[in-house]
C-alpha cells in the first residue's frame, strides 16, 4: 500500500515482457532438458520405452520416427525415388502399412522391436510424404495431408482411453496419493524452479524483469 501511495510499483505488477518469456524459459530448459522428451515414466515398467543417452532420456518411439524421416528423406531423394512411376503405388503401400500397425489396438500389442519397425515405417511414410510434396508429386501430398491429419488425431484421442494405460493402472502405486516413482524426479526439479523462480519474482522491486530461475547444484537432477 505504501509503494502504491508513492507511486512505486510493485515487482507483481511489473509487465511481463517477451524478453521475461524467453528468459524463463531457457532457464526452464537448463534443468529439465534431460527428461523433456522422455514421453513416458522414468520407472522398470517404462524401461525399454526409453532410451538413455548420458543423462539425456529419450522417447525410444519418437527416436526410431525421426531417424527413420531423416535417413528415408535423404534416400529417396538420392535414390530418385519420387520420379518413378511406381511411387504412388510404394506411397500408398507406406500409408496402409503405418496406418494399421500404428492403430493403437494393434500398436499396444507389438513387442518393442516390433514397435521399432511400426515407428519406422511411419517414419518413412513422413519422408515419402516430404519427397512427394516437393519432388514432383504435390497433388498425391496434398489428397494424402488431410487422411493422415485425421488419422493422426483420431489415434491420438484412441491412445487416451483407460486401455492404453494399463501398465500403469495395474503398478501398486497407481492408486497412492503421493507422485509414483516415474515420476517423482520430473516433480522435485520442477517444484525447485517453481521455489526458485519465486524467489527470484518477489526479491526484485520496481521496474526489474524476471529473472531466469537458477538452482543450486545440489538442487539439479543428475
Excluded at 165 to 173: A, K, L, N, Q
Aim: with cysteine; net charge positive; hydrophobic share 40%.
Amino acid at each position: 500500500m505504501k509503494q502504491a501511495a508513492e507511486g512505486r510499483s510493485s515487482p507483481w505488477n511489473d509487465p511481463i515482457t517477451v524478453g521475461d518469456v524467453v528468459r524463463n524459459r531457457l532457464g526452464e530448459w537448463r534443468h529439465t532438458w534431460w527428461f523433456r522428451h522422455a514421453h513416458h515414466p522414468l520407472c522398470t515398467r517404462y524401461s525399454s520405452d526409453v532410451l538413455t543417452v548420458g543423462k539425456l532420456q529419450l522417447c525410444r518411439s519418437c527416436t526410431v520416427v525421426y531417424g527413420a524421416i531423416a535417413i528415408g528423406t535423404l534416400a529417396f531423394i538420392l535414390g530418385s525415388s519420387a520420379t518413378s512411376k511406381a511411387w504412388p503405388m510404394l506411397f500408398c503401400a507406406l500409408a496402409v502399412a503405418a496406418a494399421f500397425l500404428s492403430h493403437p489396438f494393434v500398436y499396444r500389442r507389438l513387442g518393442r522391436r516390433s514397435k521399432d519397425a511400426a515407428r519406422g515405417l511411419l517414419g518413412l511414410l513422413i519422408a515419402a510424404w516430404i519427397v512427394s510434396a516437393f519432388g514432383g508429386h504435390p497433388l498425391l501430398a496434398g489428397v494424402s495431408l488431410p487422411v493422415l491429419l485425421l488419422l493422426h488425431r483420431v489415434y491420438g484421442r484412441l491412445r487416451q482411453s483407460p486401455e492404453a494405460r494399463v501398465r500403469c493402472r495395474t503398478c501398486p502405486e497407481y492408486r497412492e496419493d503421493e507422485i509414483c516413482s516415474g515420476f517423482v524426479r520430473q516433480a522435485e526439479v520442477h517444484r525447485r524452479l517453481e521455489e526458485a523462480w519465486s524467489a527470484a519474482r518477489t526479491t526484485q522491486v520496481g521496474g526489474a524483469h524476471w529473472a531466469s530461475p537458477k538452482l543450486a547444484r545440489e538442487d539439479r537432477a543428475e
